[in-house]
Nanobody
Framework: QVQLVESGGGLVQPGGSLRLSCAAS????????MGWYRQAPGKQRELVAS???????NYADSVKGRFTISRDNAKNTVYLQMNSLKPEDTAVYYC?????????WGQGTQVTVSS
């Protein structure tokens, strides 16, 4: 059974930092491209950052220079380091694993940026 479990969300003040983790099980993690998405209330889910098996990365313009995606294949985990957080970063953050036609999603973790 495939499981993606996100953690690390929470409440943080503007300008603060959080590190999200997504631990995968039930898949051969190293062959999957991984991504972080977010969905704010009333908005569509959007791509935040992605990382390939070859560790090439891609970022949404809104987070470039502030967020960093990375992966540890030995731990079957993908990370999202979020710095200089803004209120508009408030959303539920989801990780996604993709390999060929296979798609797997985590349950999401809430990130709230507020003073």
């Amino acid at each position: 059974q495939v499981q993606l479990v996100e953690s690390g969300g929470g409440l943080v003040q503007p300008g603060g930092s959080l590190r999200l983790s997504c631990a995968a099980s039930g898949i051969i993690f190293s062959v999957y491209a991984m991504g972080w998405y977010r969905q704010a209330p009333g908005k569509q889910r959007e791509l935040v950052a992605s990382i390939t098996t070859g560790v090439s990365t891609n970022y949404a313009d809104s987070v470039k220079g502030r967020f960093t995606i990375s992966r540890d294949n030995a731990k079957n985990t993908v990370y999202l380091q979020m710095n200089s957080l803004k209120p508009e970063d408030t959303a539920v953050y989801y990780c996604k694993a993709r390999f060929n036609r296979a798609r797997h999603w985590g349950q999401g973790t809430q990130v709230t940026v507020s003073s």
